[in-house]
T-cell receptor, first 111, second 112 residues
Framework: KQEVTQIPAALSVPEGENLVLNCSFT??????LQWFRQDPGKGLTSLLL?????REQTSGRLNASLDKSSGRSTLYIAASQPGDSATYLC??????????FGRGTSLIVHP | DAGITQSPRHKVTETGTPVTLRCHQT?????MYWYRQDPGHGLRLIHY???????DKGEVSDGYSVSRSKTEDFLLTLESATSSQTSVYFC???????????FGQGTRLTVV
């Protein structure tokens, strides 16, 4: 069974910092990996999708990388802003193609 | 937002009563999913569908049933609600297996 772990569980940083969120998984036979953002009381917003054949994806200040051999993905947020405060979740689709989620990293960016 | 509507958005119900949550999509996506989100557990899959009348169980399917009679609608039924089913329920859709998933806004269900 795929296990997905996100570290740290919570993070508080000052505005302007570059930061890295981590997602690790136990089974490298994945189909794709997706990063989401969730604001309090809201649904999940898709940020980036990385197919298993890809190494990274970029969208604006966000960059996600995937290393299947080490069972890791990282989400890099450049020049963080208070509006980036949210919970970030990663989800992996493996052989069943059904997304399996980590528990998320709660990020606070303070002015 | 992807065209996903969950209804109701909030519901309070009594223990032992049946409850049905609805997910409606306008994207004509093949896959639809129901997850529940609880503190300390994250998002867990309840059931999913890969086509009209084609459904399968997820990790936490006990006490839940689903139906999909049309591409656009996926219903989740709690046959006899219990307090342990108090949760936030999310519907998600994806065009096909292993493709990008999109989520609805969630339904907050409280069983008293």
């Amino acid at each position: 069974k795929q296990e997905v772990t996100q570290i740290p569980a919570a993070l508080s940083v000052p505005e302007g910092e570059n930061l890295v969120l981590n997602c690790s998984f136990t089974d490298s036979a994945i189909y794709n990996l997706q990063w989401f953002r969730q604001d309090p009381g809201k649904g999940l917003t898709s940020l980036l999708l990385i197919q298993s054949s890809q190494r990274e994806q970029t969208s604006g200040r966000l960059n996600a990388s995937l290393d299947k051999s080490s069972g890791r993905s990282t989400l890099y947020i450049a020049a963080s802003q208070p509006g980036d405060s949210a919970t970030y979740l990663c989800a992996l689709s493996g052989g069943s193609y059904i997304p399996t989620f980590g528990r998320g990293t709660s990020l606070i960016v303070h002015p | 937002d992807a065209g996903i509507t969950q209804s109701p958005r909030h519901k309070v119900t009594e223990t032992g009563t049946p409850v049905t949550l609805r997910c409606h999509q306008t994207e004509n996506h093949r896959y639809m999913y129901w997850y529940r989100q609880d503190p300390g557990h994250g998002l867990r899959l309840i059931h999913y569908s890969y086509g009209v009348k084609d459904t399968d169980k997820g990790e936490v399917s006990d006490g839940y049933s689903v139906s999909r009679s049309k591409t656009e609608d996926f219903l989740l039924t709690l046959e006899s609600a219990t307090s342990s089913q108090t949760s936030v329920y999310f519907c998600a859709i994806s065009p096909d297996s292993g493709t990008e998933a999109f989520f609805g806004q969630g339904t907050r269900l409280t069983v008293v």
